[in-house]
């Protein structure tokens, strides 16, 4: 469920009808609502509960400081991949001890950072990141509380670029040498266990994937218990897919996904971590353009909008659907037809979707990409010159930017001529 629905005739984000923003702002911008936010945050809460538990929100899926801010303020803590997403937390108001970095390339620099600033825990993805964390940790005077990312083997039936738990992959550590490898960590001087990470990959729409690799966990856990380590909390990653149509997709909801966690690790008092993003950002953004023209081709006619493929990278990246749908409401029993919607790149990838049903569109008017909270904005770029896209925040009654469409002449000033040209 979230909030982005038709009143009296207009799609609305929350109490804001969509063509006000667009009024103010321009297009095309992305739309957050703050409580379609709020609510997926708290399903993983109420799902995991009364078992201890943090939900770290990957900060990857949508790392607008504002939104942060208010899942921070909520008590969620955040997952990070960057020193840059890093500062974003930081910047948030999140303290350290709730933020857990992940990431299988961390630099010296990025773990230097984290251990200065607070960090929960860092994630290790292999023998010489954990080697140079050890020396980062030493040199500071201070011990790293580590978790070793394993890497289960487990096919998570997912998109082959976002599918991370087979042994082919590049991430985590061959959960067949985990034992070996927390045996070298507890030599380490600059290391402290705290406990073990797993994440398969992302747009799962199957629990069993997750069931095989939180089973293989769980008996990781028994054996590095045994081998005399202190495994106190357990990273289950995040990756639990969403509705991307209205049709009849239904992925597993956040209860069943609890009740599978409780099932499989609930006895083992041990904390448990989940590092959820798209759940909770993708079904509460909106991507929202206008149709610059109308284009008559043969034996199919075009929707040429002012959104492009670098602004939503996902249908030419990974072949992804997302929902376009009129921000006017179509009057039931009136004419559609179908239409190649399109950017104004120059690319044929730059094609948001082929031979979708839409009622007859004129130039001006608005249209919507549902589900693009997540890995929306984050993925966006300025391909072909174009201004990075803005970013607003509904609450209620009310909107805010929250970043603002650089101007040309910002984006000019970046570039530097040497002296010599
Ligand atoms: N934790 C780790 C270590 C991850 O690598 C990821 C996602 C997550 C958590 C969050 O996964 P989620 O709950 O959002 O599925 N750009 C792609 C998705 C890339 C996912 C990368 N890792 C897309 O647009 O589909």
């Given at each position: 469920m979230d909030h982005f629905l038709y009143r009296d005739g207009l799609l609305h984000a929350e109490g804001v009808a969509i063509p006000d923003i667009a009024a103010t702002l321009g297009t095309p911008f992305y739309v957050y609502s703050a409580a379609t936010l709020t609510r997926h945050y708290r399903l993983f809460t109420e799902a995991l509960a009364?078992?201890?538990h943090l939900v770290c929100?990957?900060?990857?899926?949508l790392s607008n400081v504002a939104v942060l801010k208010l899942l921070g303020d909520l008590g969620a803590g955040m997952d990070v991949v960057s020193g840059g997403e890093y500062l974003r937390a930081k910047a948030a108001g999140?303290?350290?001890?709730r933020i857990v970095f992940s990431g299988v390339g961390k630099t010296r620099e990025e773990m230097r950072l984290a251990l200065e600033g607070g960090v929960r825990q860092f994630n290790l993805e292999s023998e010489p990141e954990m080697r140079a964390l050890s020396e980062v940790a030493t040199a500071l005077g201070v011990v790293a509380p580590v978790t070793v990312r394993v890497n289960?083997?487990?096919?998570?039936?997912?998109h082959a670029k976002i599918?991370?738990?087979?042994?082919?992959?590049?991430?985590?550590?061959p959960i067949a040498r985990a034992r070996e490898v927390y045996a070298e960590i507890a030599r380490l001087p600059g290391l402290k266990v705290v406990g073990i990470d797993v994440h398969i990959g992302s747009?799962?729409?199957?629990?069993a994937p997750f069931e095989a690799a939180f089973q293989k966990v769980r008996e990781l856990t028994l054996a590095l218990r045994a081998d005399?380590?202190?495994?106190?909390?357990?990273?289950?990653?995040g990756g639990l897919g969403i509705p991307y149509?209205?049709?009849?997709?239904a992925p597993p909801l956040p209860t069943d996904y609890g009740a599978m966690i409780k099932r499989t690790l609930?006895?083992?008092g041990c904390e448990i971590e989940i590092e959820p993003g798209r759940l909770i950002s993708g079904n509460s953004g909106l991507l929202v353009s206008q149709v610059i023209y109308v284009k008559n081709g043969e034996g199919r006619d075009f929707l040429i909008l002012d959104a492009a493929m670098n602004d939503l990278v996902r249908p030419s990246m990974y072949e992804a659907h997302h929902d376009i749908i009129p921000v006017a409401e179509a009057i039931p029993g009136s004419p559609t037809q179908p239409f190649d919607v399109v950017g104004?790149?120059?690319?044929?990838?730059?094609?948001?979707?082929?031979g979708r049903e839409l009622p007859l569109m004129a130039e001006g008017d608005l249209v919507a990409f549902r589900s693009?909270?997540?890995y929306g904005a984050v993925m966006a770029s300025e391909y072909n010159s174009r201004p990075l896209v803005p970013e607003v925040l509904v609450q209620g009654d009310h909107f805010a930017v929250i970043r603002a469409r650089p101007s040309f002449d910002e984006i000019l000033k970046r570039d530097i001529l040497p002296e010599w040209l």
């Open positions: 009364p078992l201890p929100f990957a900060i990857k899926s999140v303290p350290g001890d289960p083997d487990v096919d998570a039936k997912t599918a991370t738990g087979k042994s082919e992959n590049k991430f985590g550590i747009q799962l729409t199957e629990l005399g380590h202190d495994i106190r909390r357990l990273d289950l990653g149509t209205r049709s009849n997709e609930g006895d083992l104004p790149v120059c690319e044929t990838g730059d094609t948001f979707g082929k693009a909270g997540a």
